[in-house]
């Protein structure tokens, strides 16, 4: 858990980076259409290869697909960023990039912070044993 929890906030933070640095942008190699959110990402196991050798299940984010939609062609583009349930999905049918953007960010921001509560929970227990057996040892 800890190690998974470790490799999915750093990718979390890269794909963070990669926003906010404006990875979405205009890509010389399709200028004639708009990134596609996720699936542009240097962290999609299929980028630039259209002819999509990797089943997307093997890809890190599939975790936060709902079941029922992993089996969809494209099923990062199903991953809910708000509490409205909106997704990259329904950002191309309905929004703007920069709404969809700003939707993603928030995502990855609020799961970034779950995860470090997370893994400082898992580190928390050990940290309050040594902190009990100093108070005993100072008795």
Known sequence: MV???????ELL?????????????????????????????????NLGDPARPHPCNE???IKFVPSELRSESSPCRFIPL?????TIDYFYRCG???EMEEALTGWLRSEITRIEQQLAKL???LLEERVEFSKLAEA
Do not use: A
């Open 96 to 98: 703007t990039q920069l």
């Open 82 to 86: 708000n509490e409205k349930w909106q």
């Open 123 to 125: 580190k928390d227990p």
């Open 13 to 45: 933070k890269f794909e963070l980076k990669f926003v906010e640095d404006g990875g979405y942008g205009r890509s010389p190699r399709t200028p004639w259409r708009p990134p596609y959110i996720l699936e542009d990402s240097p962290s999609c196991p």
């Open 3 to 9: 190690q998974d929890g470790h490799q999915m906030l």
């Open 59 to 61: 890809c890190r984010l």
